[in-house]
Structures are given as structure tokens and as C-alpha cells.
């Protein structure tokens, strides 16, 4: 399938940080990509490199063909076919949603009928068609992260590029974004989407891309990711009475290795890891923390989740 968007090779350095270290990544047409990393991983220059605020030092950008680190006329005419949410709020509180919309939509070079017709669709597709002569200042969290992508969208963008657009809001306003952003996907938008929110992003995207000290570690489905990751290991969660202390967990991760359990996460009293081979790993996890002085409460086996993936490839939990 025509890919839109690309990039090989991207690096860039920060005095002595190299936050890229030859990234690459592509996203075609319609597709949903998700792009997860620790903190401090890369994503974020990557998309600030995609989006044309940070210079690469080196590497390919191309967007619908051109070549975007060229810097001449073709590359940015490409770059109008580009939207960008940042994941700071970026409206006028003073104005009212429709003023918003007026605003941004001129900025992004529509006026006259084209730009009213698409005001009146965005406060529909947003939810706030009675809500468009109202200041935003008085707005919701929620009701401001829709407005903030439908200001980024007015001018139709092939490629829509979305930092934590879901950041500070409660699910039932997430699930609304990611039913818009669904919309868009269906009717040919190719979208790249930053979140901390693992559950989601394996619940929306197509692909998920991982980045980790300023490279790509892994890419692909949920599914081929896991199988090529965990292969047919199960995530394995129980609560312990007492809690473990850091240090009983990183010990108890040197002697169950050999059991084939990985990955141990303590949360207070739970316990969380991944076991290849339940049948053999599960009795020898319940008899190390039952002689180490602790009662067992409930127990879980389900089938590895994108959660499980990123913890075991980068061993640390993704958290806003």
C-alpha cells in the first residue's frame, strides 16, 4: 500500500544526548500508527522532526512524496497536508469555539463558504454544535481536546500527527476522541498518535511502533509483536500479604528466571510478570513467595497485552 509518510535514518543530537539514533517509521494511507516510548525515548523529537519544528542532523523525512528536509517550495506545499494536535492546549480561551475554529481555519489557508461550511461540520463532528458562541474558557478538559483537534483539521489533512491527545481527560471523553479520530482514519486520514495510554493504544491502532534510547526496537501489529516478544507466554498477576519490599522483587527475579518468569512489576501488593510455560513457572512462583513468608490472594493468568510487549522491551512502565 502507497506509503505517505516516511523517514529512514533519523538522527539528531542534543549537545552530548543523541535523543534519535537512526529512526524509522511509516505510515500509509488510512492507516493508525501508534508511537510508544519511555520518557526521554525520542518521540517526541520525532514527531517535532516530522512536523518541521526541529531540524534533523540527519536522515529522510518524505510526506506524499516530497522530500521535506529540502526546505523548497514542494516540501512546503507538502507540509499543508499535514495537521498537528499538540498535547498542549493550544486555543484562544477568550474566544468562542467558532472564533477558534475562524481563526485556525485562516491560518491553515481556508476562507470564504469553504471555511463556514467546515466550522458548522466541525462543531458537529465535535459535539458542540450548541456550544459555538461560547467562550472556551468555560469549556471542559474534554470539550477543549476536541476543539484543539478540530482546529487542526479544518484544511483536511492527508497526515495528522497527535501528541497525548487524550491527556488530563476522563474515558468517557477519551473514548469520544478516539471514535473522531476513527471517523477521520475511515475516511482516508493517516494518523501517527502519541499516548501514554497503553490499553488504548492497542485497542485502536493498526500498528504500534517502539522507540526506545532514540531507536526503533520493535514495529508491527499488537499481535506480531507479542508473538514475536512473548511468544506463548501469559501474563501472570497476584496479590501478596505482605507487600514485597524493591528489594525482595529483584531478588525473587534472579532465582525465578530459571523458571522462565520475566518482568516482575510490583504495585503494592500486586505483583505482576510473564511466564513462558504456566504449567511449570506457575507452581514454582506460588512456592518462592509461600516460603517467603507471604500469603497468596488472588491470582490472574490472561494472554499477554501490548503492556506486557513494552515492559519486557524497554523493562519500564509507560506512565504519564
Not at 461550511?117 to 477543549?144: C, N, P, Q, T, Y
Not at 475511515?186 to 534510547?213: K, M, N, P
Not at 499481535?223 to 507466554?233: D, K, N, P, R, S
Request: glycine share 10%.
Amino acid at each position: 500500500m502507497h506509503e505517505v509518510l516516511t523517514v529512514r535514518g533519523a538522527r539528531k543530537r542534543y549537545g552530548e544526548v543523541e535523543a534519535l539514533r537512526g529512526a524509522d517509521l511509516a505510515l500509509r494511507r488510512g492507516h493508525w500508527v501508534g508511537l510508544l516510548g519511555p520518557n526521554g525515548a525520542g518521540k517526541t523529537t520525532l514527531v517535532r522532526a516530522i512536523a518541521g519544528r526541529v531540524r534533523l542532523d540527519a536522515g529522510e523525512l518524505t510526506l506524499l512524496g516530497s522530500a521535506l528536509r529540502a526546505n523548497n517550495r514542494a516540501a512546503r506545499v507538502a507540509r499543508r497536508r499535514m495537521g498537528v494536535v499538540p498535547q498542549d492546549l493550544a486555543l484562544y480561551e477568550r474566544l468562542t469555539a467558532r472564533e477558534n475554529l475562524a481563526v485556525f481555519g485562516r491560518f491553515h489557508g481556508v476562507t470564504g463558504k469553504a471555511l463556514r461550511e467546515r466550522m458548522s461540520w466541525a462543531l458537529a463532528w465535535i459535539g458542540l454544535a450548541e456550544r459555538g458562541d461560547h467562550r472556551v474558557g468555560g469549556f471542559s478538559g474534554g470539550m477543549k481536546r476536541r476543539l484543539n483537534i478540530a482546529c487542526s483539521v479544518l484544511h483536511r489533512p492527508d497526515v495528522l500527527l497527535l501528541d497525548e491527545p487524550t491527556v488530563g481527560v476522563d474515558p468517557q471523553s477519551r473514548q469520544r476522541i478516539w471514535d473522531m479520530l476513527e471517523e477521520l482514519r475511515r475516511a482516508g486520514t493517516s494518523l501517527l498518535l502519541t499516548t501514554h495510554h497503553l490499553d488504548e493504544a492497542q485497542q485502536v491502532c493498526e500498528d504500534i511502533v517502539i522507540i526506545d534510547h532514540g531507536r526503533v526496537i520493535a514495529s508491527g501489529t499488537v499481535e506480531t509483536l507479542i508473538a514475536q516478544t512473548l511468544g506463548t507466554g501469559r501474563s501472570v498477576s497476584l496479590a501478596l500479604d505482605p507487600a514485597p519490599s524493591p528489594e525482595a522483587v529483584s531478588a525473587a527475579e534472579e532465582t525465578l528466571a530459571a523458571a522462565g518468569i520475566d518482568d516482575l512489576v510490583r504495585h503494592g501488593h500486586l505483583l505482576r510478570c510473564t511466564a513462558g510455560d504456566v504449567a511449570n513457572a506457575l507452581p514454582a512462583l506460588l512456592r518462592y513467595w509461600t516460603e517467603a513468608g507471604h500469603s497468596i490472594g488472588d491470582l490472574e493468568v490472561s494472554p499477554p497485552s501490548l503492556h506486557t510487549v513494552f515492559l519486557h522491551l524497554t523493562g519500564q512502565e509507560l506512565r504519564e
